[in-house]
T-cell receptor
Framework: AQTVTQSQPEMSVQEAETVTLSCTYD???????LFWYKQPPSRQMILVIR??????QNATENRFSVNFQKAAKSFSLKISDSQLGDAAMYFC????????????FGKGTHLIIQP | DGGITQSPKYLFRKEGQNVTLSCEQN?????MYWYRQDPGQGLRLIYY???????QKGDIAEGYSVSREKKESFPLTVTSAQKNPTAFYLC???????????????FGPGTRLTVL
């Protein structure tokens, strides 16, 4: 079984600034994948970024990037040039595949963007 | 256009009634999932299906049932045995359920179920 800890229930950042959301996880699997999803007020879950655990290179998607530290089981999300539309709940979710566990979600971090 | 649809958006149920939540996808995905979200919490897996006519229990399957008769459809029934069904329900799908390039899950807009 996997566990996920998002230690920051809420974060606030000024528009155009950079913010980092933290995530640590525990898994006994050697091969797995990691996801960040955002959930805006509409409550639709939207994929932000994906990281393969076997890759050393950190994933990036435009203004979003991750800092993946496999030995430390840490998977933080950095949002650069924060925009008002980034305001949402952000969830970290590891996945080992096979469907047996589905995605394991943390409790989320509520990101507030200050104009 | 392709995507995942869930209906209804809001659903009200009286105690003792069974209700069925609809989930349809036209993405030609093999795998489909049902999750439950409670206030201030992440999602928890109820059921998943890797392929038509096959499905498996997730972490919190008690009081729920599913069917997968068609590739594009994965309805969830909330039975009267579910003691605390008020929650937000999300359906997801992926090309396959096996870890790899095809495992990314995409979500529908959700159904809010309230027990009166």
């Amino acid at each position: 079984a996997q566990t996920v800890t998002q230690s920051q229930p809420e974060m606030s950042v000024q528009e155009a600034e950079t913010v980092t959301l933290s995530c640590t996880y525990d898994t006994s699997e050697s091969d797995y994948y990691l996801f960040w999803y955002k959930q805006p007020p509409s409550r639709q879950m939207i994929l932000v970024i994906r990281q393969e655990a076997y890759k050393q290179q950190n994933a990036t998607e435009n203004r979003f990037s991750v800092n993946f530290q496999k030995a430390a089981k840490s998977f933080s999300l950095k949002i650069s040039d924060s925009q008002l539309g980034d305001a949402a709940m952000y969830f970290c979710a590891p996945y080992s595949g096979g469907g047996a566990d589905g995605l394991t979600f943390g409790k989320g971090t509520h990101l507030i963007i200050q104009p | 256009d392709g995507g995942i649809t869930q209906s209804p958006k809001y659903l009200f149920r009286k105690e003792g009634q069974n209700v069925t939540l609809s989930c349809e996808q036209n993405l030609n995905h093999d795998a489909m999932y049902w999750y439950r979200q409670d206030p201030g919490q992440g999602l928890r897996l109820i059921y998943y299906s890797q392929i038509v006519n096959d499905f498996q229990k997730g972490d919190i399957a008690e009081g729920y049932s599913v069917s997968r008769e068609k590739k594009e459809s994965f309805p969830l029934t909330v039975t009267s045995a579910q003691k605390n069904p008020t929650a937000f329900y999300l359906c997801a799908s992926s090309i396959t359920g096996w870890a790899g390039d095809t495992d990314t899950q995409y979500f529908g807009p959700g159904t809010r179920l309230t027990v009166l």
